[in-house]
T-cell receptor
Framework: RKEVEQDPGPFNVPEGATVAFNCTYSNSASQSFFWYRQDCRKEPKLLMSVYSSGNEDGRFTAQLNRASQYISLLIRDSKLSDSATYLCVVNIEYTGNQFYFGTGTSLTVIP | DAGVIQSPRHEVTEMGQEVTLRCKPISGHDYLFWYRQTMMRGLELLIYFNNNVPIDDSGMPEDRFSAKMPNASFSTLKIQPSEPRDSAVYFC?????????????FGDGTRLSIL
């Protein structure tokens, strides 16, 4: 079983739409959670950390549900520039600071 | 602040040649990770170091791959001899492991093509 599972998509949404991605993780000892964004032929870049109480950064909202072991990312008012692959990442510090990446969800925002 | 620096950005070489990829982590980071990314297999962790010591190299494909971290500011990933199936983007990332919620920061990657 993979440590982190994501729906690969692709998600094709019109500009201005709201889109949500979910990600599940298998290890209940996971301690830190992140969403990364990866543009075509570029490196993954940190989009936002995910905190237990949920957090928001502009049009982006991240939620964590420890009981069900999933995290989510909500993008409101989608822009063309949001088109990318979004990677869910969990970190398990006690096993040696391991980072586990999902396979990514592809988003295309259509004009 | 300087991010993770990788070199070269691109490498094209013939099979059988030795390839050396280089990485300079963010100053102060005590963890360094090497990844490989392909369309077929996605992002794969090859090896990671803590305080210059290899912690887990179970992702290294085979003996042709080796990695070293002689000091806190430099690491190499070497492939000898290289094969066409090694063609991929190789990323180096670093992180600070002594507090929670410390993400990894990636370099620009090295695009490797083995002919």
């Amino acid at each position: 079983r993979k440590e982190v599972e994501q729906d690969p998509g692709p998600f094709n949404v019109p500009e201005g739409a709201t889109v949500a991605f979910n990600c599940t993780y298998s290890n209940s000892a996971s301690q830190s959670f992140f969403w990364y964004r990866q543009d075509c032929r570029k490196e993954p870049k940190l989009l936002m950390s995910v905190y237990s109480s949920g957090n928001e950064d502009g049009r982006f909202t991240a939620q964590l549900n420890r009981a069900s072991q999933y995290i989510s990312l909500l993008i409101r008012d989608s822009k063309l520039s949001d088109s990318a692959t979004y990677l869910c990442v969990v970190n398990i510090e006690y096993t040696g600071n391991q980072f586990y990446f999902g396979t990514g969800t592809s988003l295309t925002v259509i004009p | 602040d300087a991010g993770v620096i990788q070199s070269p950005r691109h490498e094209v070489t013939e099979m059988g040649q030795e390839v050396t990829l280089r990485c300079k982590p963010i100053s102060g980071h005590d963890y360094l990770f090497w990844y490989r990314q392909t369309m077929m297999r996605g992002l794969e962790l090859l090896i990671y170091f803590n305080n210059n010591v290899p912690i887990d190299d179970s992702g290294m494909p085979e003996d042709r791959f080796s990695a070293k971290m002689p000091n806190a500011s430099f690491s190499t990933l070497k492939i000898q001899p290289s094969e066409p199936r090694d063609s991929a983007v190789y990323f180096c990332a670093s992180s600070f492991g002594h507090r929670s919620n410390q993400p990894q920061h990636f370099g620009d990657g090295t695009r490797l093509s083995i002919l």
